[in-house]
């Protein structure tokens, strides 16, 4: 593992048990999130990728558990941890931005105090005065006026209580920060200006940003690379220039065209046939067969290899494993055999 | 004998031309008081705080065209859907459809009108009912409003419907229940549940903003299909600018309770002569990394509408705002054929 490396995510598996079966939301994933970029992670609604967010973080509960997988994160493994050294990690090097903030605040406390509080929790040497210091100067930072700290969370607009979240994360120098759809709650004036400070906060802090949204605009708008998970699965990955300009995979080719473009004149919308697919049964093969274009004979009876497409962009699939592919077959083939 | 299908029978009967008026919005004001009753009155004297939604609120809509309504939350765009359809009853003002003032309407009238306007929501989980069958959910309203059908008639009916918005083949969907199919497919089931009193009119209230991305293009194409099909008028509600770009004639940008903006969608789009028109065209969010946003973004949030700001609404976040903007309202007025805007200083903007 290479040191530009923050967290390496390697076969990650996460199962939910349902009444119905098990359900696999994340199914032998990885993912390399590099030190200081801003790293989209894609999909559908029902595609894995909060509960990967989650999991990055060990956090997950009721049925949903980590069944196989290694967590490197910052050249330590988080699955050797213990589940209760795990609170040490939480919030101090990785902090976490929900969609809505409303739920992630404590209603009844003052904003000053749920940063105060934070440092505490992490820090207990750090004396009241400088903790509040702290809290001020970084509030200020964000764009919030320190005397609106000693207000309570219904005091603050959607877009402010979203700086709060963030500035939860750095009061604690946090190393890397996970975003699910922190702008989903937001219009699209505040969520314009809430981008530009996720990019300025990159910039000034170093800060390693694992941004989750289904919004393929607000990813090509911040992000340095992009990871597109369908079905569980991690379908594609690459810098944003090149998954945008030459998408590999057909599902990210199809979802790219699928998307609005204000800026364009005159374009249809591409219709993606089909369903997304439940991954209580999901289809045999690559799981994308039914919906695609390009389907062949080998995609419905085996999985393709998450693999090097060109330079740094990976795909799963079978249209760039052509002639490895019969070989990569034979070898599954003799392993199941 | 062939007997000729509902639909064709209805197609018969409308002699309507279209891009004639079908509806005629004007002045129309819905405020909703933040206390009620007899004590409130007396503590408040008569004055109870409101927050006003809609705020003088007029414009037309043409027969077959696709009207868009576009705003930021709180804007007001989903209760002026409701005033439209009298699913809420205005504070003031009036809306007339097809020559008819719906204010005045007895309630039987009323309810024979429902049967031509229509709408669909956004969440079809929250509009379907979970212990109708999809079958059951499309021919109720028929069973309200055309009781001279037979129940074979309807089934005949709710079958040819889900085949036509693409529910294929329609009789395995007929007995399943909401919770069974996608969520795409839901929405389907709801259109095809406004479609089955062949409506003229149909509001639908950000009808894809819960649907899956790679699905969103699939039903904007059916709503699209549709509307040639049945012949239908759309009132679109939207926070997405980008996709209303992709189906909308018209388009009307509101902004706390009331219009900023109102035109072709090539002139409000291409030619904005509304600062807040202006900010949020820019806000959207390009898929397309080689783009950057060049133009600052305004200060502040939309403001509560309890209080909303004197003068121009805008003003405290323009960036054009000049000392009268404070004071003095600026009208709806039009700038250029078809094109209408509330700005005291529109003619700076335009080419």
Known sequence: MTDDILYSVRNLTVEYKTRAGVVRAVDNVSLDIRRGEILGLVGESGCGKSTLGKALMRLHDGPASITGGELWFDGRNLMDLSLREMPDIRGAEIGMVFQDPMTSLNPIQRIMDHLTETIHAHEPETSDSSARARAEELVERLGIRHERLKEYPHQMSGGMRQRVMISLALALRAKLVIADEPTTSLDVIVEAKFLDLLKELQKEFGLTILLITHNIGVVAEVADRVAVMYAAKMAEVGTVGSVFGDPKHPYTQGLLRSVPNIKLDGADLYKMGGQPPSLLHPPSGCRFHPRCPFVMDICSEHEPIFSPVVGDQLAACWLYQGHGANKVVENQEKSNG | ?351
């Open chain 2, 1 to 351: 004998m062939v007997r000729s299908t509902p639909l064709e029978e209805r197609k018969k009967k409308r002699t309507a031309i279209m891009g004639e008026e079908l509806i005629r919005v004007e002045d129309l004001r819905k405020h909703f008081p933040l206390q009620t009753g007899f004590i409130a009155n007396i503590v408040n004297r008569g004055k109870i705080p409101a927050v006003k939604a809609v705020d003088g609120v007029s414009f037309i809509i043409k027969r077959g065209e696709v009207f868009g309504l576009a705003g930021e939350s709180g804007s007001g765009k989903s209760t002026v859907g409701r005033l439209v359809l009298r699913l809420l009853e205005p504070t003031s003002g009036r809306v007339i459809f097809d020559g008819v003032d719906l204010g005045g309407l007895p309630q039987e009238d009323m309810r024979r009108m429902r049967a031509r306007m229509q709408i669909v929501f956004q969440d079809p989980l929250a509009s379907l009912n979970p212990r109708m069958s999809i079958g059951q959910a499309i021919e109720h309203p028929s069973q309200i409003h055309m009781p001279e059908f037979s129940q074979a008639d309807r089934r005949t009916q709710a079958l040819d419907i889900l085949k036509a918005v693409g529910m294929n083949p329609a009789e395995s969907f007929y007995d399943l229940f909401p919770h069974q199919i996608s969520g795409g497919q839901r929405q389907r089931v709801a259109l095809a549940r406004a479609l089955v009193t062949f409506p003229e009119f149909i509001v639908a209230d950000e009808p894809i903003a819960m649907a899956d991305v790679s699905v969103r293009a699939v039903l904007l194409d059916l709503m699209m299909k549709m509307k040639e099909e049945f012949e239908l008028t759309y009132l679109f509600i939207t926070h997405d600018l980008a996709t209303a770009k992709y189906v909308c004639n018209r388009i009307a940008i509101m902004y706390l309770g009331k219009l900023c903006e109102v035109g072709p969608l090539d002139e409000v789009y291409g030619n904005s002569a509304h600062p807040y028109t202006r900010a949020l065209l820019e806000a959207v969010p390009v898929p397309d990394p080689r783009y950057r946003r060049t133009q600052a973004m305004p200060a502040g949030e939309i403001p509560n509408a309890i209080n909303p700001p004197s003068g121009c609404h805008f003003h405290p976040r323009c960036p054009i705002a000049r000392p009268n903007c404070s004071v003095d309202e600026p009208p709806l007025r039009e700038i250029l054929p078809g094109h209408q805007v509330a700005c005291h200083y529109a003619e700076d903007l335009i080419k």
